[in-house]
């Protein structure tokens, strides 16, 4: 962490954001090449090899404006996803160790996740939840500085959208997959990478220089562990058929995730798919004894009753009514909660429908069932306007059509008498 590297790597980061100019010009327009680099070669000791696609220097005026890329607004607003790298309780005893490089100091304040110091965390914000399993799809904020730096090199926040990626596929950094796994969902909290477990000796010139340690702060939105249904999906249909009962609910409730994920990001379809593959696992399975059945059957009518949420948002109240009937009919010891939230969800599907006689029935069997629920009360009343909207439109088309034939019949009978 010696000075001189930091004040190489605050040159890069200035020669990357000014452009061209004098004493700058090696840092030239982007280029495109003809294979990606994966972080794994850019972070190689031995360094890489990649070639330069034809035609792929931009206009130099479109780098300056890339090169200028995060507004000052914007860099202003999200220097932290906390609110400051050091908190003010501890001010103080910051200021009393000033022999200390920055990344010293925090250091001392944080825990050793890597097992040999490679990797350094401090939790700003707790999270909820368990720990992430490996292989999980995890979408995370997160800002990188380097050492002296206020100006993060890399940020998520600055480009406006969060980072989605795999963990242990070699998509991300050795010691950001490292520090991302000790985080529950909603966290925040910051980690210091030592080289080894970023860009090692070589760097990422001209942004990053080699050797040195990163600050990441990183916000874990959401984690869905895709392992177990990913692993189910790759065995051979006869394989699959003889999958321990196990198996199956590992495989189930990990695509039950995915969808519940896909549903908060309202992608109603994608949700759609993964509750139905979740709900074909577990219906086809053999079951040796009652503990399995009742397993069974908690998982598959929580299924039916997401599959009814996602058809009531898709406008489409039938399948809906299909999908309660189906959690309704399963056997097993369900709780109340979830039997009232399948009768509350045919009952509106069934208003939706102006079957208003069924929707009441369905609507009051919720409310006896969770009598304090107060969205059951307002759709009853909702599906009694509809009720009487409807049967005063139902009168008003009758007294029509009565008052047509009336108004038709004696000329009728005067076309006749000619």
Same mark, same amino acid.
Request: charged share 25%; net charge negative.
């Given at each position: ?13 200035? !020669? ?10 090696? $840092? ?39 090169? =200028? ?27 009393? #160790? !000033?022999?200390?490089? &920055? ?18 965390? %401090? ?14 799809? $995890? ?23 969060? @980072?989605?990626?795999?963990?242990? =596929?070699?998509?991300?950094? &050795? ?39 990163? /600050?990441?702060?990183?916000? /874990? ?16 249909? #006869?394989?699959?058929?003889? *999958? *321990? ?36 696992? %577990? ?8 503990? @399995? @059945? ?11 009753? =997401? ?29 109340? @909660? ?62 029509? %059509? ?17």
């Amino acid at each position: 962490m010696a000075s001189n590297s930091s004040m190489a790597a605050q040159r890069g980061t200035e !020669g990357v954001g000014a452009g061209g100019g004098s004493g700058r010009s090696l $840092v030239g327009p982007p280029v495109r090449l003809t294979e990606a680099l994966s972080v794994g070669d850019l972070s190689s000791e031995s360094g890489t090899v990649f070639e330069v696609a034809t035609g792929s220097t931009q206009d130099h005026h479109d780098h300056q404006q890339g090169a =200028n890329f995060f507004d000052d607004v914007s860099l202003i607003s999200s220097l932290s996803l906390e609110g400051g790298m050091y908190d003010d309780e501890n001010e103080n005893q910051l200021s009393d #160790e !000033g022999d200390q490089e &920055p990344f010293e100091r925090l250091a001392c304040r944080m825990e050793d996740v890597s097992g040999d110091g490679g990797v350094l965390k %401090m939790e700003a914000r707790p999270g909820v939840g368990d720990t992430i399993p490996d292989g999980a799809s $995890v979408t995370f904020h997160y800002s990188a500085f380097l050492e002296h730096n206020d100006e993060p090199f890399d940020s998520t926040v600055l480009r406006g959208h969060p @980072e989605r990626r795999l963990l242990d =596929n070699g998509e991300i950094l &050795p010691g950001l997959n490292i520090a991302i796994k000790t985080m529950r969902r909603g966290e925040t909290s910051r980690f210091l990478i030592l080289p080894q477990y970023a860009f090692g000796q070589v760097g990422c010139p001209p942004r990053i220089p080699g050797g040195e340690t990163l /600050l990441y702060e990183v916000r /874990l939105l959401s984690a869905v562990d895709r392992a177990a249904a990913d692993s189910f999906e790759d065995l051979e249909e #006869e394989r699959q058929n003889i *999958t *321990t009962f196990q198996e199956r609910v590992k495989a189930a409730q990990a695509h039950h995730r995915q969808g519940n994920h896909q549903h908060r990001e309202g992608n109603l379809h994608a949700a759609k798919d993964s509750y139905y593959r979740a709900a074909w696992i %577990m219906e086809y399975c053999a079951l040796k004894n009652r503990e @399995e @059945e009742l397993e069974r059957g908690s998982i598959l009518v929580r299924l039916r009753s =997401n599959l009814a949420q996602i058809y009531l948002e898709l406008k489409e109240p039938a399948r809906a009514c299909t999908q309660c009937r189906m959690g309704l009919s399963v056997t097993g010891e369900h709780s109340q @909660e979830i039997i009232a939230k399948l009768n509350f969800r045919f009952g509106k599907a069934k208003g939706l429908l102006n079957d208003f006689s069924a929707a009441r029935k369905h609507l009051l069997q919720a409310q006896r069932l969770k009598p304090g629920w107060e969205e059951i009360t307002e759709e009853l009343e909702a599906v009694v306007k509809r009720e009487e909207k409807w049967a005063a439109k139902e009168r008003f088309m009758c007294r029509r %059509m009565f008052s047509s034939s009336a108004a038709a019949g004696p000329q009728r009978h005067s076309s006749s008498g000619q």
